[in-house]
């Protein structure tokens, strides 16, 4: 059975940070993309990040570029998003889902067919 468990979720002053952990089981580490997906309230479901555990390549919604960093510990089989600079509009839950690492780079374009979702986990940013 595959499983991918988030954590790191919290309450977070506006400008703080919050990194995210999400360790996958029952699949092929290597061969999947993993993306954060986030669904805010009212707000369309928005791909924010994704890496290819394969060779590392990662991609970025212009939203979160060049304050959220994605990285993987493929001997963990974990996949990290560490969040700085946050700001009101990043509050919502935070899913990590599995791709087919061909189409990673879909994630963050909102055309990713997800294999794999994880129940996800809750980022409250407040002022």
């Known amino acids: 059975e595959v499983q991918l468990v988030e954590s790191g979720g919290g309450l977070v002053q506006v400008g703080g940070s919050l990194r995210l952990s999400c360790v996958a089981s029952?699949?092929?580490?290597?061969?999947?993309?993993i993306g954060w997906v986030r669904q805010a309230p009212g707000k369309e479901r928005e791909g924010v990040a994704c890496i290819t555990n394969r060779d590392g390549t990662t991609y970025y919604a212009d939203s979160v570029k060049g304050r959220f960093t994605i990285s993987s510990d493929n001997a963990k089989n974990t996949v990290y998003l560490l969040m700085n600079n946050l700001t009101l509009e990043d509050t919502a839950v935070y899913h990590c889902?599995?791709?087919?690492?061909?189409?990673?780079?879909?994630?963050?374009?909102?055309?990713?067919?997800?294999?794999?979702w994880g129940q996800g986990t809750q980022v409250t940013v407040f002022s």
């Open positions: 889902a599995a791709v087919d690492d061909r189409y990673a780079y879909r994630v963050v374009a909102g055309l990713a067919r997800y294999e794999h």
């Open positions: 029952g699949l092929a580490f290597d061969g999947y993309g």
